[in-house]
C-alpha cells in the first residue's frame, strides 16, 4: 500500500486572535471532491480559501468514488472501477453515501459548539 497523501497543514494550529476574541465568525466550506477525485487535489484552493478566513472541510468520501481514501482506522477503500460511467441507480447510491457523510459532519461540528 502506498503512502497516505498529506496537504502541508499545521495540524491542531493556533486559531487567529480575530477568532478567538470572538471578533469574527469562522465561516465553513465543505467541498465534496469529484470521482476518482480526493481531498488533496483541492489543497491549494482549500489553503486559499483558509488565508481568507474560512475553514474547509474536504472529506474523503467511503463510497468507493475516490481514488485513494483511508478510513479513521487505517482501512482502505478502493476505487469502485465497476462502472466508470456508471448508471442513473449506481450515481444515486454515491450521492446518498455522500449526502449521508457531509450531513454528519455538519452534525458533528454544529454539536460540539466549534462554529
Not at 488565508?51 to 468520501?61: C, E, K, L, M, Q
Request: aromatic content about 14%; proline content about 5%.
Amino acid at each position: 500500500m502506498r503512502d497516505v497523501p498529506q496537504i502541508p497543514v499545521y495540524k491542531e494550529g493556533p486559531f487567529s486572535t480575530q477568532f478567538t476574541a470572538k471578533n469574527k465568525k469562522i465561516k465553513p466550506i465543505v467541498l465534496s471532491h469529484g470521482y476518482t477525485g480526493n481531498g488533496n487535489y483541492w489543497s491549494g484552493m482549500c489553503r486559499d480559501f483558509a488565508s481568507h478566513g474560512y475553514i474547509i472541510f474536504t472529506p474523503d468520501h467511503c463510497d468507493g468514488s475516490g481514488v485513494f481514501t483511508m478510513k479513521k482506522d487505517g482501512t482502505h477503500v478502493p476505487l469502485d472501477t465497476t462502472k466508470l460511467f456508471g448508471t442513473y441507480d449506481w450515481i444515486n447510491g454515491k450521492i446518498d453515501t455522500r449526502v449521508s457523510e457531509i450531513s454528519e459532519l455538519i452534525t458533528e461540528f454544529s454539536e460540539s459548539g466549534f462554529l
